[in-house]
């Protein structure tokens, strides 16, 4: 009979030996693979105070209140002496009353806020799970009240749910190692912050229970407010939140009921209108104040979309502060009517007029920071570009002395400002009043965009357009090219079109600036602002601009007298021919340039001014005249190539070149001029004044005048 006794209490003791393992061994699990959260934390610090007293106000909700309710401004503005916030992401109305209970169970708590989030009263809120139920479930002690728990919630679930906090386990082994690290250390097993698993992630911990956040995202996220309909209410929820006010009423603690701001475009869109009038009836049934946040007044608390990380409604810190401030003066005042809209209708009203504002203030600000920026643009313009030719001719040519201005203009590149002075034009009769706009590197577009700016301010009759091959064949259409000389341009009509026609694709910084030709050197910067300070510069003295390539003095109306002879021609390398390659941009502006004289009845006269002679018969002057002189027929325009001029029409030998390219010297300008001067007058007999063609040219320059 003993014997078998003893087998009976045996099979006991392996039943319990049997759940002994097994309970080791789920708490083995649970320690490796479950989260070291925030829950644990907060729960364990509201049941025990570090100073020793107890906490006599306290905050339950979910993450909008975790977010929003600073309990340091309760402390300061002396609502509350010892006030936490304990509210819990993902925390249900449920949730919120067992952690009411074990919070006074274990400290003399005289007020609760409880935050309203209407999301977690939907009977379809996923929440409302296994998860849900659970959340704070697994971190209170063991206790009554968890027995109660298990009882009341949890005695419908699988067993391994209860028992098992698999709903916070790590969803794989690489983080499941991060979270034993954590368990390993002091700060975990002191039950510090610091032993929270990513207590950074939305922003940095301020105590008491409240975390400043800082997360921001451009679009606000993917979550949205979820739908409100009277249908969906949880009556599980609602049946906790009579046990919550039953339980606050019993115990002489005073129950508060607050909803805390979402984003205003939320409370235009969304279930907040309704749902926070449910809660206001459900708490004026109950007499327990109500607090709806969304109905602040926004002269007293301004609030915006920006305010929020996501358009569910977790606030940033800094409103969060704000808020928190105003909350508690409306605590402490019995009257607080001042502070709030009369209704929704009202509030949405005033979101709207506000919207409308922001957006005229978002203007304002755009056209404020584009006019610093702007103005910085040109600070740094003016200190670091240098004072050119080009603003100089440009003024000249737009401030001419006589009341009809400029009747003939000159346009073209280096060549033609070193070879026509438009005084002997003048001298000749050929013109009233000549003006040479030549700028070294001009292109064909800029010649266009030069003849249209002066035409602005000048009576133009006549533009002598001098063609060099070099700007047209194997053109590069680079951003230097097309700003250098648009740039100077004074800001009319001109100008815009150039923006238009040739820069909408264009780098905006090379539009607007002029960085191209910047010169940065410390040395070079306190230069220009001498120069730019100067009466010189501010008058458009020509003792203001600084030229290195002119080879001469400035004589006058855009010509420079050259007088620099070096012992040989400077080498030049001499772009080749290649009318496949001429640009389609280069003939565009050409046949825009011819239409606009047209147009204006202003006779345009096409002209190649001579150049080196052992250049220009043994490069590529004769296929490029030829090409000039058909499509001047084409477009019925006049053309001269004056490198057919006869040797004895214009004496001429390389010794009056400076360099190999063509840069004619002042002497033979001042002759070469007079010669133009008579074809402009139709003074010259054409047949004997040029060869009729580059053999006869090439004869003439290697028989007997290639040196003096």
């Known amino acids: 009979m003993k014997k078998k006794a003893f087998k009976e209490i045996l099979k006991y003791v392996r039943v319990i030996v049997f759940f002994a393992v097994i309970t080791i061994l789920v708490e083995a ?11 644990r934390y907060i729960i364990h610090t509201v ?39 304990m509210c819990i992401q993902g925390a249900t109305v449920i949730d919120n009353y067992y952690m009411i209970r074990e919070a006074c169970n274990n400290n003399d708590v005289k007020k609760i806020i409880l935050e309203l989030d209407y999301q977690y009263w939907n009977k379809n809120l996923k929440r409302d799970s296994d998860f849900g139920d659970l959340l704070v479930y697994g971190q209170l002690p063991f206790t009554s009240l968890k027995m109660e728990y298990i009882v009341s919630q949890l005695m419908d679930k699988d067993f391994r749910t209860i028992y098992f906090r698999r709903y916070a386990f790590a969803r794989n082994w690489k983080t499941a190692k991060k979270y034993m690290a954590i ?22 911990y301020q105590g008491l229970g409240f975390f400043y956040r800082t997360k921001v995202t451009d679009k606000k996220g993917k979550l949205n407010p979820s739908p409100w309909t009277y249908d969906d209410l949880n009556p599980k929820v609602q049946k906790y939140f009579q ?22 475009s939320s409370v235009v869109s969304g279930a907040a209108n309704e749902a926070n009038t449910y809660f206001k009836q459900i708490c004026d049934e109950n007499n327990v104040r109500y607090i709806d946040g969304n109905l602040i007044k926004n002269e007293i608390l301004n609030v915006s979309d920006d305010d929020f990380s996501d358009w569910e409604g977790h606030m940033n810190g800094e409103l969060a502060e704000q808020f928190s401030e105003i909350l508690t003066e409306i605590l402490m005042k019995e009257d607080n009517s001042e502070y709030f809209y009369s209704g929704y209708d009202e509030c949405i009203e005033a979101i709207k007029v506000r919207g409308n504002e922001t957006k005229v203030l978002k203007y304002i600000r755009a056209a404020v920071f584009i006019a610093v920026i702007a103005g910085l643009v040109k600070c740094i313009d003016f200190a670091m570009m240098p004072s050119g030719y080009i603003r100089y ?54 010649s266009y965009y030069l003849l249209m700016e002066s035409d602005r301010h000048n009576n133009v009759k006549r533009v002598i357009y001098d063609l060099d091959y070099q700007y047209w064949c194997n053109y590069a259409e680079r951003e230097f090219e097309d700003c250098f000389i648009y740039t100077w341009l004074p800001f009319s009509n001109v100008k815009l079109k150039y923006i238009a026609d040739n820069l909408l694709t264009k780098d905006f910084r090379t539009v607007y600036s002029k960085r191209w030709a910047y010169e940065i050197s410390p040395s070079a910067i306190m230069n220009n602002l001498k120069v730019k300070s100067s009466a010189a510069y501010r008058n458009y003295s ?9 080879g001469g003095p400035y004589a006058a109306k855009g010509f420079f007298y050259r007088d620099m002879k070096m012992d ?8 080749a021919w290649d009318e496949s390659g001429i640009s389609d941009k280069v003939l565009d502006s050409f046949e825009k340039t011819v239409q606009y004289c047209k147009k204006n009845n202003i006779e345009l006269v096409c002209v190649t001014s001579p150049i080196t002679p052992t250049t220009s018969v043994n490069g590529y002057s004769e296929q490029a005249g030829a090409y000039f002189t058909r499509l001047c027929e084409e477009y019925g325009v006049e053309y001269y190539d004056f490198n057919l001029l006869t040797m004895d029409t214009l004496p ?39 060869y009729g063609t580059y053999a006869q040219l090439e004869q003439a320059v290697y028989e007997n005048y290639v040196t003096k």
Not at 183 to 204: L, R, S
Not at 245 to 252: A, I, L, P, S, T
Not at 568 to 575: A, G, N, R, Y
């Open 29 to 39: 699990v649970n320690y490796v693979m479950v989260q070291p959260g925030y829950a």
């Open 47 to 85: 049941d025990n105070p570090d100073d020793g007293s107890d906490y006599d106000c306290i905050v339950v909700g979910a993450s909008h209140g975790r977010a929003s309710i600073d309990p340091h401004y309760f402390l300061e503005m002396e609502y509350a002496v010892n006030p936490i916030n």
């Open 183 to 204: 368990k390993k250390t002091d700060e975990y097993k002191n039950f510090q912050i610091e032993g929270v698993a990513g207590i950074e992630t939305e922003g940095p």
């Open 243 to 264: 046990k919550i006010v039953k339980y606050c009423k019993d115990n002489g603690i005073e129950l508060i009921c607050v909803t805390t701001p979402i984003p205003p």
């Open 393 to 446: 001719i440009i003024h000249e040519a737009d401030n001419a002395d006589t009341d009809e201005g400029y009747d003939n203009i000159i346009i073209g590149a280096s060549h033609a400002r070193s070879a026509i002075n438009p005084v002997k034009l003048d001298e000749a009769g050929a013109s009233d009043n000549a003006f040479n706009l030549a700028i070294p590197g001009e292109t064909v577009t800029d």
């Open 542 to 550: 020509m003792d203001a601009v600084e030229i290195h390539d002119a």
């Open 568 to 575: 040989s021609l400077v080498p030049s390398d001499i772009v």
């Open 652 to 690: 001429r030998t390389d010794d009056d070149f400076f360099d190999e390219e063509g840069h004619m010297l002042g002497e033979l300008a001042d002759r070469y001029s007079d010669i133009l001067a008579s074809v402009l007058l139709d003074k010259c007999d054409k047949s004997t004044a040029f």
